[in-house]
């Protein structure tokens, strides 16, 4: 039982290029989440899903797009990257309880 | 949108000393949770807090659910290197907000040998 976890871990990227973030967990939860963190503001949520083949947006949607093909991924796409793009991004998952589990984390750079 | 404010935002403390947090929020939760990050991972969770006024300790961790459900309070006594990370509050405000969690700023916590 691997849990949450995300693919890449680390990813540079310049200015305008494109790029998934994917998710994966094994837990069969229904609802998935993707967050920001940047220093000194905890975490924000960028997009949420209750359910495969639904999304919803969070408190900073703006700049990226996601997708819940299959209940155990959701992904998380940058059409065309900018440096305020620059953070650590953390997915996360809960079957029913407001408890939720976070992957390790994808630490993305924007030049 | 709802806003968690949690202090200290750091706090550098001596290995055997007793440690407190807080959140505070604008508007009322049904649900507070306290995590914690190590660096370069995820947050884990630390402990779970559904009914005001609660008190739930987790070992050396106990938490509690303030009385006006606007607040919240993390103490952690006797400190050890490892308890070095940061910490952040969340709050669920219930109803359909489909488990939204919002996240206090965090408090970073440094502990001297």
């Known amino acids: 039982n691997a849990g949450v976890t995300q693919t890449p871990k680390f990813r540079v990227l310049k200015t305008g290029q494109s790029m998934t973030l994917l998710c994966a967990q094994d837990m069969n939860h229904e609802y998935m989440y993707w967050y920001r963190q940047d220093p000194g503001m905890g975490l924000r949520l960028i997009h949420y899903?209750?359910?495969?083949?639904?999304?919803a947006k969070g408190e900073v949607p703006d700049g990226y797009n996601v997708s819940r093909l299959k209940k155990q991924n959701f992904l998380l796409g940058l059409e065309s990257a900018a440096p305020s793009q620059t953070s650590v991004y953390f997915c996360?998952?809960?079957?029913?309880?407001?408890?939720?589990?976070f992957g390790p984390g994808t630490r993305l750079l924007v030049l | 949108g709802q806003q968690l404010n949690q202090s200290p935002q750091s706090m550098f403390i001596q290995e055997g000393e007793d440690v407190s947090m807080n959140c505070t929020s604008s508007s009322i939760f049904n649900t507070w949770l306290w995590y914690k990050q190590d660096p370069g991972e995820g947050p884990v969770l630390l402990i779970a807090l559904y009914k005001a006024g609660e008190l739930t300790s987790n070992g050396r961790l106990t938490a509690q659910f303030g009385i006006t459900r606007k607040d919240s309070f993390l103490n952690i006594s006797a400190s050890i290197p490892s308890d070095v990370g940061i910490y952040f509050c969340?709050?669920?405000?219930?109803?359909?907000?489909?488990?939204?969690?919002?996240f206090g700023q965090g408090t970073i916590l440094t502990v001297h040998p």
């Open positions: 899903s209750v359910g495969e083949g639904t999304t």
């Open positions: 996360a998952s809960r079957l029913t309880q407001e408890t939720q589990y």
């Open positions: 969340a709050g669920h405000a219930g109803g359909t907000s489909y488990g939204k969690l919002t």
